[in-house]
C-alpha cells in the first residue's frame, strides 16, 4: 500500500463489501488503460513488424506501474473508509495520475517517458505527503515516504536518460523498490483490521474489466476487417473464449475469494498472493485479447511464429495465474489447470505452421477441456468450502 492511514479512519472488518462509486470511477480509468497497453502490443505483434523481446518488456514494465498504482489505491480503500475525504482525495490523485499515464502510455517508454513517471510519481508521493500532512494514523508515514522517495529518483532519472535499456533497467529496479515497499507495509499492518470482502470484489471487478477490454479489441477487429466468414468465425472464437475465461476463473475460486480472505488466517498476506495470481490472469487475458485481434484481422494469412505468443501464450498466461489462485483459495491444484499448461505448450511446435484461426481454436479447446473438467468433477458433489493455506 505504502501510504498507512489512521486509527479514526480505519474500516470495521466487517465493512461494506461493495465498492463506492468513487472507487468504480477510478476504475474505469484503467478501462482505457488496458485498451492502449492493447494497442501497443498488438503495434509489436502486427505483420512484418519484428518483434524484439525489449518491446514486450516494455509494455509489460508500463503495465505493471498501472497495476501497481491500482493495487495500492484498492489496498488502501480495504483499509481505509472510502467516503472520508482525506481518503477521497488520495484516491483522487491515483485517478489524475493513471488518466494522464494511460494517456501517455502509447508512448510511455519512448518520447512521453518523462511524462508517464512523472504522473506515476506524483501520485506516489502525492497520497504520502498527504498523509503526513494530515497526520493520519499514530505512526508517522516518513519511512514511506523516504522509500517512495528513494524509486522517484530512480523513475525520474530513467526517463531522462536516453538509452533505452538503462531506462529499462532504472524502472525495473525502481519498480522493485515500490512493490517490495508495497508488500512490506502489507505484512507491518498485518493485524490491523481490512475489509477482505470488499478487496476480493475489487480484484474480481478489475478482471471483469479486463474480459471487456478483450471483448472491444474482438470487435474492433471485426469492425476493421473485410467482415468475411473466416472473420466472423474468428470473432466468434473470441466470444467464446472470452467466456471460457470468465467461466474457468470463477468456478469455483473466483466466485468464493470474499469467503476466502474471511476465512484466511492471514488476511493481509493472503491479499499479497492473491494480488500475485490476478497479476499474471488479467495479464494473460490482455494478451489473449491481442492473439484474438490478430486471428480476426488475419484469419487465414501466412502464419507469424511470433503470433504463437499471443495466441497461445494469453491462455497459457492466464493459467499460470489460476493454478496458485486454486491454491489460495482452496489448498489445492487441479490437475486440469496444468494439464491445460502442459496442452498449450506441445500446441506450439503442431500450430507452428497453421493458420492464425486454426491456432486460435486449437487454444480454445484446451480451455473447453478444463472447463469440462470442472463441471465433470463437481458434478453430485456440494461446493467445496475455501480453504486457504494462508
Known amino acids: 500500500m505504502g501510504e498507512p492511514g489512521g486509527e479514526r479512519l480505519m474500516r470495521e472488518e466487517a465493512s461494506w463489501r461493495r465498492a463506492s462509486f468513487l472507487e468504480l470511477f477510478f476504475d474505469l480509468v484503467f478501462v482505457f488503460a488496458l485498451n492502449q497497453i492493447s494497442l501497443r502490443l498488438i503495434k509489436d505483434f502486427s505483420t512484418g513488424h519484428q518483434l524484439r523481446f525489449g518491446e514486450l518488456a516494455a509494455t509489460f514494465l508500463l503495465f505493471l506501474m498501472l497495476w501497481t498504482l491500482w493495487l495500492t489505491t484498492v489496498t488502501l480503500t480495504s483499509r481505509l473508509h472510502p467516503d472520508a475525504l482525506p481518503v477521497q482525495i488520495m484516491v483522487f490523485l491515483a485517478v489524475a495520475g493513471a488518466v494522464v499515464m494511460a494517456v501517455a502510455v502509447a508512448q510511455g517508454f519512448e518520447q512521453r517517458a518523462l511524462v508517464f513517471a512523472a ?115 474468428g470473432f466468434g472464437l473470441a466470444i467464446v473464449t472470452t467466456v471460457l475465461l470468465w467461466r474457468i476463473y470463477f468456478y469455483r475460486a473466483g466466485l468464493t475469494l470474499p469467503i476466502a480472505f474471511t476465512r484466511a488466517r492471514n488476511p493481509a498476506r493472503e491479499s499479497l498472493a492473491v494480488a500475485g495470481s490476478h497479476l499474471l490472469m488479467i495479464a494473460g487475458v490482455v494478451l489473449a485479447g491481442v492473439g484474438f485481434e490478430l486471428y480476426i484481422v488475419e484469419p487465414l494469412g501466412r502464419p507469424e511464429p511470433q503470433w504463437l505468443i499471443a495466441i497461445l501464450g494469453g491462455s497459457a498466461l492466464f493459467l499460470a495465474g489460476r493454478a496458485p489462485f486454486e491454491l489460495q483459495v482452496f489448498g489445492r491444484i487441479s490437475r ?55
Open 119 to 233: 504522473a506515476y510519481v506524483a501520485s506516489r508521493i502525492g497520497r504520502v505527503l498527504l498523509a503526513l500532512i494530515l497526520r493520519l494514523g499514530q505512526r508517522a508515514p516518513i519511512p514511506v515516504l523516504v522509500s517512495v522517495s528513494a524509486s522517484a529518483v530512480l523513475w525520474i532519472v530513467g526517463a531522462l536518460v536516453d538509452d533505452l535499456l538503462v531506462r529499462g533497467v532504472l524502472w525495473a529496479l525502481a519498480l522493485a523498490i515500490d512493490y517490495g515497499g508495497y508488500a512490506l507495509s502489507v505484512r507491518r499492518t498485518a493485524g490491523g483490521p481490512i475489509a477482505g470482502e470488499h478487496l476480493a470484489e475489487r480484484f474480481q471487478q478489475f478482471y471483469l474489466i479486463t474480459l471487456g477490454e478483450a471483448i472491444f479489441v474482438s470487435g474492433r477487429a471485426l469492425t476493421n476487417s473485410d467482415f468475411g466468414i473466416p472473420h466472423a468465425a
Open 336 to 390: 486440469s489447470r496444468l494439464a491445460g499448461l502442459l496442452a498449450l505448450g506441445l500446441l506450439i511446435p503442431a500450430t507452428w505452421y497453421a493458420p492464425p484461426l486454426a491456432t486460435g481454436a486449437a487454444a480454445t479447446v484446451v480451455l473447453v477441456g478444463i472447463a469440462a473438467s470442472d463441471a465433470w468433477r463437481a458434478r453430485g458433489r456440494a461446493p467445496e468450502p475455501p480453504a486457504p493455506r494462508i
